[in-house]
T-cell receptor, first 116, second 113 residues
Framework: EAQVTQNPRYLITVTGKKLTVTCSQN?????MSWYRQDPGLGLRQIYY???????DKGDVPEGYKVSRKEKRNFPLILESPSPNQTSLYFC???????????????FGPGTRLLVL | AQSVTQPDIHITVSEGASLELRCNYS??????LFWYVQSPGQGLQLLLK??????LVQGIKGFEAEFKRSQSSFNLRKPSVHWSDAAEYFCAVGNTGGFKTIFGAGTRLFVKA
């Protein structure tokens, strides 16, 4: 089954304790992206990757890191989480065709993070 | 800078009535435009997208949207709403290629029986 998986689905942590949220897709997609969703703000893009070893900042990259060492995985790293990073996080992936995102983005189920 | 405005935080329509959700965007070049739907507790599903060509775009679940460059709008429509359409709807604009995406704050749709 074609899917985007995220782990963990729910996470409670404390300020300053490094954490990683994993994202994996089994569709051989070139493009992957991370978003955070907050009430009244919609989704905001954190980072995206157009292929292995190619990443770029989205709208709200501060406090986050990403890496794309393999095509299928795109982990989101919070080196020193703070309470304002409490949010619902979505990973997404898609094919690119002719250098553009022509296909739909497939979204993962979301990771709900609470930073105390 | 790119931006997306969805003027209506929530909308209530009766089942069987028509629906229009508004979206206005700001982008310097030809935008890549999207509408997504999010059901409670779920991820996002793409309803339709506009990259170029015909300005009236057909999507899944009976939705359509019209790109109006002069009004910087990309409104979503459906002729007859079903109770299962109750969800949150997000308009989004992407840069050339669609890689960097800005979402609107969303419009929550309630459907009355």
């Amino acid at each position: 089954e074609a899917q985007v998986t995220q782990n963990p689905r729910y996470l409670i942590t404390v300020t300053g304790k490094k954490l990683t949220v994993t994202c994996s897709q089994n569709m051989n997609h070139e493009y992957m992206s991370w978003y955070r969703q907050d009430p009244g703000l919609g989704l905001r893009q954190i980072y995206y990757s157009m292929n292995v070893e190619v990443t770029d900042k989205g709208d709200v990259p501060e406090g986050y890191k990403v890496s794309r060492k393999e095509k299928r995985n795109f982990p989101l790293i919070l080196e020193s989480p703070s309470p304002n990073q409490t949010s619902l996080y979505f990973c997404a992936s898609s094919f690119t065709v002719g250098g553009a995102l022509w296909e739909t983005q497939y979204f993962g189920p979301g990771t709900r993070l609470l930073v105390l | 800078a790119q931006s997306v405005t969805q003027p209506d935080i929530h909308i209530t329509v009766s089942e069987g009535a028509s629906l229009e959700l508004r979206c206005n965007y700001s982008y310097g070049a030809t935008p890549y435009l999207f509408w997504y739907v999010q059901s409670p507790g779920q991820g996002l599903q793409l309803l339709l997208k506009y990259f170029s060509g015909d300005t009236l775009v057909q999507g899944i679940k009976g939705f359509e949207a019209e790109f109006k460059r002069s009004q910087s709008s990309f409104n979503l429509r459906k002729p007859s709403v079903h109770w299962s359409d109750a969800a949150e709807y997000f308009c989004a604009v992407g840069n050339t290629g669609g890689f960097k995406t800005i979402f609107g704050a969303g419009t929550r749709l309630f459907v009355k029986a």
